[in-house]
Nanobody, 120 residues
Framework: QVQLVESGGGLVQAGGSLRLSCAAS????????MGWFRQAPGKQRELVAA???????NYADSVKGRFTISRDNAKNTVALQMSSLKPEDTAVYYC??????????????WGQGTQVTVSS
């Protein structure tokens, strides 16, 4: 059974940076992409960024140029470096793994979520 554990959320001022990390216990299939979804109060969950085993990435338009996703396949970890943060980035961020995460379809494995709050 795969478990995903996130860390790195918190409170930051607009323009600041945060780094989220997600570690998987158990083996993530090589066919699985890993990514980060977020959900703000009253809004639908959306894909923020995803990455395949081979390094192909996909980003939400709203974060392109500001966020960078990376993955260490050997360590079963994925990270999200967030820069130039805006108040509208405030949300709970969830790590996810599955076959179609790159296509914005969540997989079966979820982390517990980590709160990111950006103050103006």
């Amino acid at each position: 059974q795969v478990q995903l554990v996130e860390s790195g959320g918190g409170l930051v001022q607009a323009g600041g940076s945060l780094r989220l990390s997600c570690a998987a216990s158990g083996t993530i299939p090589s066919t699985y992409a890993m990514g980060w979804f977020r959900q703000a109060p009253g809004k639908q969950r959306e894909l923020v960024a995803a990455i395949t085993t081979g390094g192909t990435t996909n980003y939400a338009d709203s974060v392109k140029g500001r966020f960078t996703i990376s993955r260490d396949n050997a360590k079963n970890t994925v990270a999200l470096q967030m820069s130039s943060l805006k108040p509208e980035d405030t949300a709970v961020y969830y790590c996810n793994a599955g076959r179609f995460v790159l296509e914005r379809v969540p997989g079966p494995y979820w982390g517990q979520g980590t709160q990111v709050t950006v103050s103006s």
